[in-house]
Each structure stands twice: as structure tokens, then as C-alpha cells.
């Protein structure tokens, strides 16, 4: 009786926490993603500072943050149907009249292919976004690409 | 954060520029003069906003080529 309460005592106890790590465990984000967004938000520098020459243990792997990231930002923009949004009041594609297809379905196509290619297009921003950081930056000594 | 932005971005395309741009250059400079070793404001602020601009008019640049390209390649495969 007695062994068996000292390995139930030994077991690590169910929580919330614990069932919500598992749960981010399954996308192999145990720790540091909630963390690293909330830092990056309010102070992007000094967590960049700490991420390349203090300390990463917690902070996420960055590729893996952006790969979140894509995968988030995608997700809610097809989800809500944001490009239809967006191009219905921004974008104008003329079509000549002896064309197969309407403005309507040219503006539909346009939409589609930019919804498959969504992911793709964020990933895109970062090298550009990358170079030109880097280009601009460069007389001040930093590469915060 | 550029990123977790463009739906925000996408829903308010009217208001969307102005703000976006004012979020993105304030968080660049943000980003830039918590570095320890951070040069003058004014260089930092020049570099923000010449990136800013730079990057995202060639990113832009890029994708209206790739999605006008298939869209071209639709419109001829519709009228052949």
C-alpha cells in the first residue's frame, strides 16, 4: 500500500499546464513559442539581442516561429476569406470584351491563385525583407536580418 | 510580426496603408534603437522607413509578377 502511494507520488501530476504543453508538444512547440511572440512584440530588439548572443533556451527556434507564423496568418486570411475582401475594393482587372472570360471570373482566378500561392508569398517576404534591412543597415553596423 | 499583420492588412485595405505603414516603421525603429550599439536616431529612422519602402515595393512587385503571369497563362488556356 505504502509503495504504491510513493509511485503515485512520483508521477507527475496532470494540470492545465501540463495538458496545454502536450497539446503544443504535438507541434513540437513545448516551450517558448507563446513566450517569444509576446517578446517580440513589445521588445523585438532586445529579444533579438538575447536570441543571437545570450541565450535561446527561451526562446523558439526562429525558423520554426515563422513557419508558425505562416501557417497562422494563412489559416485565418483563407479562413475569413480576407483576399476577396481586399481585392474586391483594390484590385480592377480590365478584360477585353473578346476575351473567354468575364472581369467577374478573371478576378476570381486572380484570387484563387493568390490564395494557393498565400503561404508561399510570406515565406518571400522574409529574404526581401532580409536584403533590403541588411542594404539599409549597413553603415550602422547592425544585420538584423 | 510582418507576417501575423497581412490579415489585419487584408481586412482594412482602405485603412490598411497608413496604418500599416505608421506600425511597421515604428516597430522597425523600435527594433533598430534597442540594439545597444545603435548609430544616431536620424540614421536609424532613415534606414527604417528606406527599407520599409524598398523591401515591401519589390516584394509587391514580385508576387503581382507570379500571380500575372498564371493569370495570363488562364485567360490564354480559356480563350484557346
Known amino acids: 500500500m505504502t509503495d504504491q502511494t510513493e509511485e503515485e507520488s512520483k508521477l507527475k501530476r496532470i494540470t492545465t499546464r501540463s495538458i496545454f504543453e502536450d497539446l503544443l508538444d504535438i507541434l513540437n512547440l513545448k516551450r517558448g513559442a507563446p513566450y517569444t511572440l509576446w517578446q517580440t512584440l513589445l521588445n523585438p530588439g532586445k529579444t533579438i539581442y538575447t536570441y543571437l ?17 505562416v501557417t497562422i496568418s494563412t ?62 543597415f549597413k553603415r550602422s553596423g547592425h544585420n538584423v536580418a | 510580426m510582418g507576417i501575423l499583420l497581412t490579415p489585419v492588412a487584408l481586412y ?20 533598430c534603437v534597442s540594439f545597444p550599439e545603435t548609430s544616431s536616431r536620424k540614421r536609424t529612422v532613415f534606414a527604417a522607413i528606406g527599407s520599409f519602402f524598398a523591401a515591401n515595393f519589390t516584394y509587391y512587385f514580385l508576387v503581382g509578377v507570379v500571380v500575372g503571369i498564371q493569370v495570363a497563362a488562364e485567360i490564354a488556356a480559356a480563350n484557346n
Open chain 1, 53 to 69: 548572443r545570450v541565450d535561446r533556451s527561451r526562446l523558439i527556434n526562429s525558423f520554426r516561429l515563422l513557419v508558425l507564423i
Open chain 2, 12 to 31: 482594412a485595405p482602405k485603412v490598411f496603408p497608413l496604418v500599416y505603414m505608421a506600425l511597421a516603421i515604428t516597430y522597425q525603429i523600435r527594433y
Open chain 1, 75 to 136: 489559416f485565418i486570411t483563407i479562413k475569413l476569406n480576407l483576399t476577396e475582401i481586399a481585392f474586391k475594393d483594390n484590385v480592377s482587372i480590365s478584360v477585353d470584351g473578346n476575351e473567354a472570360l468575364t472581369q467577374e471570373e478573371v478576378m476570381l482566378k486572380t484570387k484563387d491563385i493568390f490564395n494557393s500561392y498565400l503561404s508561399l508569398f510570406s515565406f518571400l517576404l522574409v529574404p526581401i525583407l532580409g536584403v533590403f534591412t541588411y542594404w539599409f
